[in-house]
């Protein structure tokens, strides 16, 4: 578990980032961040750093915000209450990120994750997102990223989230406590 002054640490960085990228928070969102080490308690190379605008019924807005090749784990939206699950647009909005999804594996991936964890890494189809891409990762889509050298900051656009549903390919992942 994260300390307070980790944590304090942690979003003070993530402000740099996000004022890079030219985004202004409220008071209440960075006060609401989440900053999550998947339960691993190696945040620096995995984990994820959250601000929730907007999640109801029907759509959700967020920043993603990464450290420098810090890496968000291998995961899929199953499907809930009859919904395909959560379909989600990237859009980079500073620094680089390497997204990973099924398909034609890459020759030389710009992504490195955590050695300890490698076998739970299994899609290699790489997708590179600078300040102005956006991709789209379709329901129940197995996929992963990391942040290039400098980290990234990434709005999401998708529907509802429900991250406690999220499937991991490494058990010992926690999404949220």
């Known amino acids: 578990m994260l300390t307070n002054q980790e944590v304090n640490r942690l979003k003070g960085i993530v402000l740099d ?3 890079k990228a030219g985004i202004i928070l409220q008071t209440h969102e960075i006060q609401q961040m989440e900053i999550t080490d998947f339960g691993l308690g190696q945040i620096e190379s995995t984990g994820l750093q959250v601000v929730v605008y907007e999640n109801n019924e029907r759509y959700c807005a967020k920043e993603l915000i990464l450290l420098p090749k810090q890496t968000c784990p291998e995961h899929y939206h199953p ?3 009859g919904s395909p699950g959560k379909q989600e647009t990237f859009r980079c909005r500073w620094g680089e990120v ?4 099924p398909g034609v594996p890459a020759s030389r991936p710009k992504a490195t994750p955590p050695a300890t964890r490698l076998d739970f890494y299994r899609v290699w189809h790489e997708v590179i997102l600078k300040p102005g891409n956006q991709f789209t990762i379709l329901p ?3 996929h992963w990223f990391q942040s290039g050298p400098e980290g990234a900051v990434v709005s999401e656009f998708s529907s509802t989230s429900r991250d406690e549903t999220d499937v991991f390919t490494d058990p010992s992942i926690r999404r949220t406590d």
Do not use: E, K, Q, R
């Open 17 to 19: 980032c996000l004022g």
């Open 79 to 81: 499907p809930i209450n």
């Open 98 to 101: 390497y997204l990973y999804i």
């Open 140 to 142: 129940g889509t197995l």
